[in-house]
């Protein structure tokens, strides 16, 4: 069984960014470690953003930022 991601949600992932508080208009890749890790501890948001927070902890956990940054290059924002 070959894994494929969904290229889609991936660029949607890469181009995303955080609609409010202390890091508000930043890259989801580009927020801290640290603040990805209170969310997961105290819970992420309902929804989309909740979902996009949740990938982006395991991106950053398993240190693949660079994946995403390859992405924002290869695949600007229309």
């Not at 603040?35 to 902890?57: R, S, V």
């Not at 992405?71 to 229309?78: A, E, T």
């Amino acid at each position: 069984m070959e894994i494929k991601p969904d290229t889609r949600k991936l660029i949607e992932l890469a181009h995303y960014r955080m609609p409010f508080g202390k890091y508000k208009g930043r890259y989801l890749v580009s927020l801290p470690e640290p603040y990805l890790i209170w969310f997961q501890q105290k819970g992420f948001p309902e929804g989309k953003l909740g979902d996009l927070l949740k990938a982006m902890t395991e991106i950053k956990i398993n240190g693949l930022e660079g994946l995403i940054y390859k992405i924002q290059k290869d695949f600007p924002k229309q």
